[in-house]
């Protein structure tokens, strides 16, 4: 397990986060995993109970993301200025965040996905993917290089995490 949580990091992290940091992380969800009430015993300053939709040691992988790897927001305007704050000054964004503010979701995260889907060309761009299941926000997204993407996919449904492509899930949800 530890090792899919450190393949599924990485990939999560784009580049983001250190291998030690993602070692680190991986190591503590693997403990929460295998043994939840221990990991909260070690670890007493946790804040987590039994109410979490979650599972010990998911809370762990998603609490310990860095907000340059994992986005929370309420709408895709605030979704997207994450982003581009993410990437800093100097990538240029062709969509501001203002520009989707009066459209349906399906639209935003349409247009948001196009923009990243332009970006590092050599990775096969940027898929915006949901991850595990949001608890205060109403979106929570990682960014996965496409070459990545299949192999991410691959690994939340090993590790029973949520992660699928946020437009591709916004489609058949808009269509049920």
Not at 116 to 144: H, I, N
Request: hydrophobic share 45%; charged share 25%; net charge negative.
């Amino acid at each position: 397990m530890k090792q899919s949580l450190v393949e599924l990091i990485g990939k999560i992290s784009s580049g983001c986060m250190r291998d030690d940091d993602i070692g680190r992380i991986a190591d503590e969800a693997a403990q929460a995993y295998a043994d939840p009430q221990a990991f909260l015993t070690a670890n007493p300053d946790i804040n987590y109970d039994d109410s979490f939709p979650i599972p010990l040691g998911e809370w762990v992988v998603v609490g310990s993301l860095p907000d340059t790897v994992i986005f929370q927001a309420d709408t895709y305007s605030e979704l997207l200025q994450q982003i581009i704050d993410s990437f800093g000054p100097d990538v240029t964004f062709n969509i501001k965040p203002k520009q989707l503010n009066k459209i349906d979701a399906l639209t935003a995260l349409n247009r948001i996905q196009v923009q990243l889907a332009a970006m590092s060309k050599d990775r096969g761009g940027y898929v915006l993917f949901d991850f595990s299941q949001p608890l205060d926000d109403e979106l929570q997204m990682v960014l996965v290089y496409g070459k990545d993407a299949d192999r991410v996919a691959a690994l939340g449904a090993e590790l029973h995490i949520r992660a699928v492509p946020a437009l591709e899930a916004l489609r058949v949800a808009v269509h049920v």
